[in-house]
């Protein structure tokens, strides 16, 4: 099992690693608010992770609430990072 993320103040400054929906599950989980979590990297979202992943973290994830999604400029292109809200994550929840 993939460990969770590192939660950062700033955005690391390391090669991007893909993440799961499984690991971000996790992460929502535990995050504290503010906490944030690079979800993709590239120039248009579509490339930079998996569309499944990128329309789970839109439409599930945020309309409910859990994050905000920011897209921030790294050089060329973009990261794109889910910030934790204050909003409880139910214990248990599937997502």
Not at 49 to 76: D, I, K, Y
Request: glycine share 6%; net charge positive; hydrophobic share 40%.
């Amino acid at each position: 099992m993939s460990p969770t993320p590192k939660q950062t103040d700033s955005v690391a400054e390391t090669a991007f690693r893909q993440v799961s929906k499984a690991l971000v599950s996790k992460w929502l989980a535990e995050a504290r608010p503010n906490a944030r979590i690079v979800y993709g990297h590239g120039v248009h979202l579509a490339e930079a992770c998996n569309p499944e992943m990128g329309e789970w973290m839109r439409e599930v994830v945020s309309r409910r609430g859990f994050v905000t999604l920011h897209q921030v400029r790294a050089g060329r292109s973009f990261d794109y990072i889910a910030v934790r809200t204050h909003k409880p994550f139910p214990k248990g929840l599937a997502l």
